[in-house]
């Protein structure tokens, strides 16, 4: 246990759905990265995924206990946005009340093309009770501002005791334990040593 | 002085007091009280260890048991907690004290600990001793302290279930992925436990502490004075106040604080709180400053002062003392040292009193040795080595270090100070020639002596010592320093004090320490968690696949069809494994299988995998009704790491095994001519279908396909040998199942053994058995008696008893060759009553006795006219 590289106070699961036509990724991508709320230090255990209709129902099973969701679509394609609504539904049905959603409007650089109004998507984020923000994953503008928005989201409803911690997918451990990478069941696996850094 | 010896006299048998106890300061609302806390382990007779906190109130140093008296006692059980916190308002810095919350489900205390490696060691035994969360393990149940329950009236019960939490009341753990954790508190030493990404950010950011930092200086003070055993008499303003600024940082060290036996036994002195408020209240009127730690060794006392706005900018506080006296430990002689870090700038002050007498200084070289072996502080991380006084930037050592002036008589002495030719004096400074010698305390430097020595006066005046021993005026009260940006500004005595035998020195210094630049720091050490993510993320395994979508064009019934692809790993070893979608029974559909669907990978290796479709029996009637498709999505797990996901996609061509009976004999036409959606709605007709039959075109009364095979071999193989007793040809059962499906009969060619084969494969596939499920039962009971087995026989579907019939004709038939084709009543009767007769449960093992009734039933209608 002594030699397992991490030291932080909470690990929160995020599952990030990218609205793609056409998909950056078929599976799932896993990742890890610390970040700072409050001073407590926060592990990301990121599941990053296609919202690609063909594996909707393949990738239900990975919202299970997930404390955040980040749903992306692309401000250039009206279609990625359209799609939200139906991504949305699942988001809901499948997390715990208390997941916090957030929307982002990914390829902000790209103004010339914009096909999806700012006051729109912002809108609709209200009207669905979402965080809201758009972003640039090549310019790297305010992506990891989502990533902070959630983890604060999350963390003051941990403060305010409106997340319960108890309970069974909420998402959010307290005590550092192995990395369980994208599991779709919530069997415990065997940890295994840290062997990086 | 161990006060655990006490609390262990009051324990009973099996009870330990595992750890030297801790004094504390009980906090309850405004009320201050002392405790002596002890850890108490009771080992269970079945094995295994239960623990307790037991608080004691004590007297001012408790000895014996009797001086200790148990206030309460606080079980360390699954809900205990203990942590840190920081009392409001306070300056934590100043970290001279620890204060813990201990919380149980009763009750909640809160307790300041001194700050120090034993508060230290003892909340890591306390940690330590904590059950865990392990379910294997059974919850305490304390038992062993239902004798302090009641005997002990002072043990305050908050509840009359007392603290013990009945079971059932224990607050349910979070259990996320499979784990039990514990409460949201920070629980003490998990820090600890999981530091080494912050032990790997420490050591980063120090490399590039240049990068953040800029040198400022501030100014020290440090002072030391051997007080000779005396009281404060006298304000100590001209001592600690002389200069014009205030310094930044007081450093005040005192020797021979206190005499007297009780101290030097009992480390307990009055002196103490006498010379530390004198001192408080000479410090410079300018400022207003803080006090961040106070160590004392008998008689060798250091104080360590900070300006309050500097109190933020303090920490890692720790103070050590090491006694080099009688037998080399007791605290008459030896040193005291305050550890901490100022900004960046790791600072170690350390005050020492060395050996006496003039031809000593060998030993006074050796306790300098001593000192800096012995002296060593805990580290946040245990698994560092502990802390010695040479790791640090910045030493400041002060004390009465007892060198002396030799080869000079006393007269020779004093008459070089009248000269104020200190120079020559100071070339018979012992100190300054062990120095010379390097000797001791190499790397330190030393200003130049400037005034006259400090020692010996006659107490109350600025005479030379005029007892009858005389001694010869010695500079043994001296200030040293080693370190980078360090100026020292004055080096001087203080003669107007008069209280002690000795003359207290004062030395001011700027010394240049690393502060830190904010924005910098944060940036770098942005800088340096992104680059740990990314190297974490770096060991999560990535593997690159031959092919992500599969694609089986035109897969017939019971014809295997394989594609492979390569898993190529990345450069972690990996394990992966196909995973089951929660809903889901296998990792895929039953007609498909990944040959190995689970394995290891070595760095940069490769494994193929090959996906395997063949649809049987159990899988085909549901592709030939639509129901299913050729349609799935592998989910190819690496663990720890990524998820893949591997379509497979593909049609399947309808069959006529599979089919039903009555689905067949509604097909006038080949199956596969027939529209897609006519083969799906009469695969999915119930087996009662006569009557509401009449919008279809009028059935066949027998299935085209049994009776082009029972044709075939009534035309052809009567008399082969071994019938249905030799296997067919697998290639050929391909091409008789294509002529089946594509009606071309004429085209067959096949061996009489695959033909019978394939009827036997058909009579398997059905869905329904042509003795249908329901009748099953009745069959076996009215086996033996033919007329009531015909009867049932007639109770079947029209379809199912033609095909009865019809089969069993053919097989009387066969019978009547029986001289050629070697075949008799009793095999043909165990050949086909198992696939004429199913059991409704599917149990692939019938028992015997099901087995032969079967028999038995088919029997009678081979050797009776039908």
């Known amino acids: 246990m002594a030699t397992a590289p991490y030291n932080y106070s909470y690990i929160f699961k995020y599952i990030i759905i990218v609205m793609a036509d056409c998909p950056h990724t078929i599976g799932v991508e896993f990742g890890t990265r610390i970040i700072e709320v409050s001073g407590q230090k926060i592990k990301l255990q990121i599941w990053d995924t296609a919202g690609q209709e063909r594996f909707r129902a393949v990738t239900r099973s990975y919202y299970r206990g997930a404390a955040g969701a980040l749903m992306v679509y692309d401000i250039t394609r009206r279609s990625t946005y359209n799609h939200l609504s139906s991504w949305l539904t699942d988001a809901r049905n499948l997390t715990n009340p208390n997941t916090v959603i957030i929307l982002i409007g990914n390829k902000a650089d790209l103004e010339a093309q914009r096909d999806v109004t700012y006051e729109e998507a912002k809108q609709f984020a209200e009207e669905n009770g979402l965080l809201f923000l758009e972003a640039s994953a090549k310019t790297g503008e305010n992506v990891e501002d989502a990533f902070l928005e959630a983890a604060k989201k999350i963390y003051q409803n941990i403060q305010d005791g409106s997340l319960d911690l108890n309970a069974a997918e909420s998402g959010v451990q307290h005590k550092p334990s192995a990395p369980q990478g994208g599991r779709l069941t919530s069997e415990p696996q065997p940890q295994r040593e840290g062997c990086g850094c | 002085m161990d006060q655990s010896v006490a609390i262990q006299e009051t324990l009973a048998e099996g009870e330990y007091c595992i750890i030297q106890a801790v004094q504390g300061v009980l906090c309850e609302g405004d009320s201050r009280q002392s ?402 010698a390097k000797t001791v305390f190499e790397g330190f430097t030393e200003g130049t002596l400037t005034f006259q020595p400090t020692y010996k006066y006659d107490t109350g005046s600025d005479d030379w010592d005029t007892s009858e021993k005389c001694r010869a005026p010695a500079w043994c009260d001296r200030v040293l320093w080693k370190g980078k940006d360090v100026t020292q500004l004055s080096y001087q005595s203080h003669m107007a004090l008069k209280t002690s035998d000795h003359k207290p020195v004062s030395s001011v210094f700027d010394i240049g320490v690393k502060v830190i630049n904010e924005e910098l720091y944060r940036k770098i050490l942005e800088e340096i968690v992104r680059s740990l993510d990314k190297m974490e993320n770096a060991n999560i395994p990535s593997v690159s696949l031959s092919k992500r979508e599969f694609c089986f064009q035109n897969v017939k019934y019971m014809q295997l069809q394989v594609e492979s692809f390569t898993i190529h790993n990345g450069q972690v070893p990996c394990r992966f494994e196909f995973i089951r979608k929660p809903d889901d029974e296998s990792y895929c559909k039953q007609w498909l299988s990944a040959n190995p669907s689970k394995g290891f990978l070595l760095p940069d290796s490769d494994i193929e995998i090959e996906l395997e479709l063949f649809v049987n029996k159990t899988t085909a009637t549901k592709l030939n009704s639509g129901e299913d498709k050729i349609e799935d999505i592998l989910v190819l797990h690496l663990e720890r790491g990524k998820d893949y996901f591997l379509p497979v996609s593909g049609n399947y061509l309808p069959s006529c095994f599979g089919s039903p009976i009555h689905t067949l004999c509604y097909m006038r036409e080949p199956i596969l001519d027939l529209p897609r959606e006519t083969v799906s709605k009469l695969t999915l007709m119930p087996v009662w279908t006569e009557g509401d039959s009449s919008q279809l075109e009028s059935p066949l009364e027998i299935p085209k396909e049994l009776w082009m095979m029972v044709d075939h071999l009534y035309r052809n193989a009567v008399q082969q040998e071994d019938l249905f007793q030799q296997p067919g040809l697998r290639s050929e059962f391909e091409h008789i199942r294509d002529c089946l499906d594509t009606g071309m009969i004429d085209n067959l060619s096949a061996s009489n053994h695959s033909v019978a084969e394939a009827l036997l494969l058909f009579l398997e596939s059905l869905p329904e058995p042509v003795v249908c499920y329901s009748a099953y039962r009745s069959c076996l009971e009215c086996s033996g008696n033919y007329m009531a087995s015909k009867q049932v026989i007639s109770t079947l579907p029209t379809f199912y008893k033609n095909v009865f019939n019809y089969l069993m004709a053919f097989l009387q038939e066969l019978l009547k060759n029986s001289a050629k084709n070697h075949l008799d009543e009793n095999i043909l009767a165990s050949i086909f009553g198992s696939l004429l007769l199913r059991n409704p449960a599917g149990h692939q093992k019938l028992e015997m006795a099901e087995k032969k009734k079967a028999q038995e039933f088919i029997h009678q209608f081979l050797c009776n006219p039908l």
């Open chain 2, 35 to 436: 405790r002596l806390l002890g850890l108490v382990r009771y080992r269970l007779e079945h094995g295994g260890q239960e623990h307790a906190l037991f608080l004691y109130t004590h007297r001012r140093m408790a000895i014996t048991g009797d001086d200790v008296s148990l206030d309460q006692i606080v079980p360390v059980s699954r809900d205990f907690t203990l942590e840190e916190v920081c009392p409001d308002g306070d300056l934590y810095v100043l970290g001279a004290d620890v204060t813990v919350q201990l919380d149980t489900a009763e009750l909640s205390l809160t307790l300041q600990l001194p700050f120090g490696s034993h508060t230290r060691m003892f909340l890591q035994e306390v940690a330590r001793a904590c059950p865990g969360f392990d379910p294997a393990n059974p919850d305490p149940e304390f038992l062993w302290l239902s004798r302090y329950k009641c005997a002990e009236p002072k043990l305050e019960s908050p509840t009359p279930g007392g603290w013990n939490s009945a079971p059932g009341t224990r607050p349910v753990c979070a259990t996320i992925g499979g784990g039990s954790y514990p409460s949201r508190k920070r629980v003490w030493g998990l820090e600890e436990k999981f530091g080494l990404r912050d032990t790997i950010v420490k050591s980063l950011l120090a490399q590039k502490e240049g990068e953040y930092t800029d040198i400022q200086n501030f100014r020290f003070f440090v002072g030391t004075y051997n007080v000779n055993g005396q009281s404060p008499k006298e304000c100590l303003r001209p001592w600690l106040s002389h200069g014009a600024q205030a310094p930044d940082v007081y450093c005040v060290g005192f020797q021979e604080l206190d005499l007297s036996k009780e101290a030097f036994f009992f480390h307990d002195t009055p002196k103490e709180e006498e010379w530390f408020k004198a001192v408080s209240e000479s410090l410079h009127p300018d400022a207003k400053y803080a006090k961040v730690k106070l160590i004392r060794l008998v008689g060798i006392m250091l104080l360590l002062y900070v300006r309050q706005e500097h109190a933020a900018y303090i920490s890692e506080v720790d103070a050590e003392t090491v006694g080099t006296g009688i037998m080399g430990r007791m605290g008459n002689k030896g040193g005291v040292a305050i550890r901490f870090r100022f900004h960046n700038t790791s600072i170690c002050v350390v005050n020492s009193h060395l050996a006496a007498h003039m031809e000593e200084y060998e030993r006074r070289n050796q306790d300098y040795k001593d000192i800096c072996s012995r002296m060593q502080f805990c580290q946040v991380d245990p698994d560092l080595p502990p802390l010695t006084i040479s790791k640090h930037d910045v030493i400041l050592w002060l004390g009465d270090l007892n060198y002396r002036i030799e080869e000079l008589d006393v007269e020779k002495v004093k008459k070089l100070i009248e000269a104020k030719d200190f120079e020559t004096l100071y070339g018979y400074d012992q100190l300054r020639n062990q120095l010379a």
